[in-house]
T-cell receptor, first 115, second 114 residues
C-alpha cells in the first residue's frame, strides 16, 4: 500500500514559470517531509525539508507548503530554469522498529523545463 | 572527496546467478541503506543497518541479503530467489545519530538480467 501519493507523474514548464508538485499522505505518524532531487544516472540529493509544525519553508527558489489538516504538502519551484529539469521525490519519515526513522518515498515527478 | 561509492555502475546477471553490489562510504556514517528504484515506482527500502554487525529488513527484502562487517561497507547480494532483479539500486548513508537525518546517496548500480 503506497503511503505517500505524488502527482503529477510528469510536468513540463516554460522557463521562468512556476513548477508545482503535490504529495498526500494518510499516516498521521509521519513527522518529517523532505524533498529529494535526482538527475539522470545519479542518486537523489536532499533539496529541502519541513516538519509539520510549520506551514511553509522557503530556500531560494524552492518552497514547501504544508497543510497538516489536509495531510498534503507541495513543492513550488519559482522562476524554473532548464537546470531544474530532474526527477523530484517527496518523502515522509516515521519511527520504525528499534528507534530508527525511515523514509517512505513518493513515486516521483519528472520535471522538464523548456526554454 | 567524502562520499559514497557504488560499484559497478552496470551489472548483468544470468539466470540462477547471485550477484553482489558494492557500497563503500568514507563519511564515517553509522547508518547505511539499500533502495531499489524502478521506473515510475519511486524508491523502496530493501535493507538498512544502523550499526556494524546489525541490519534490518526493509519493505522488499525477499530475494536479497546484506552484511555489515565494517562501518564503511554495506554490500548487497541479489540472489537467484529474486525473480525480477532488473532495477536501479541505490545505496545511502546517514550519520545515524538521530531522527530525520539527511540521506547521502551513491550514484547507483543498474542491474539487468541477461
Amino acid at each position: 500500500q503506497q503511503q505517500v501519493k505524488q502527482s503529477p507523474q510528469s510536468l513540463i514548464v516554460q522557463k521562468g514559470g512556476i513548477s508545482i508538485i503535490n504529495c498526500a499522505y494518510e499516516n498521521t505518524a509521519f513527522d518529517y517531509f523532505p524533498w529529494y532531487q535526482q538527475f539522470p544516472g545519479k542518486g537523489p540529493a536532499l533539496l529541502i525539508a519541513i516538519r509539520p509544525d510549520v506551514s511553509e519553508k522557503k530556500e531560494g527558489r524552492f518552497t514547501i507548503s504544508f497543510n497538516k489538516s489536509a495531510k498534503q504538502f507541495s513543492l513550488h519551484i519559482m522562476d524554473s530554469q532548464p537546470g531544474d529539469s530532474a526527477t523530484y521525490f517527496c518523502a515522509a519519515s516515521m519511527i520504525r522498529g528499534a528507534g530508527s526513522y525511515q523514509l517512505t518515498f513518493g513515486k516521483g515527478t519528472k520535471l522538464s523545463v523548456i526554454p | 572527496d567524502g562520499g559514497i561509492t557504488q560499484s559497478p555502475k552496470y551489472l548483468f546477471r544470468k539466470e540462477g546467478q547471485n550477484v553482489t553490489l558494492s557500497c563503500e562510504q568514507n563519511l564515517n556514517h553509522d547508518a547505511m541503506y539499500w533502495y531499489r528504484q524502478d521506473p515510475g515506482q519511486g524508491l523502496r527500502l530493501i535493507y538498512y543497518s544502523q550499526i556494524v554487525n546489525d541490519f534490518q529488513k526493509g519493505d522488499i527484502a525477499e530475494g536479497y541479503s546484506v552484511s555489515r562487517e565494517k562501518k564503511e561497507s554495506f554490500p548487497l547480494t541479489v540472489t537467484s530467489a529474486q525473480k525480477n532483479p532488473t532495477a536501479f539500486y541505490l545505496c545511502a548513508s546517514s550519520p545515524g545519530r538521530g531522527l530525520n537525518e539527511k540521506l547521502f546517496f551513491g550514484s547507483g548500480t543498474q542491474l539487468s538480467v541477461l
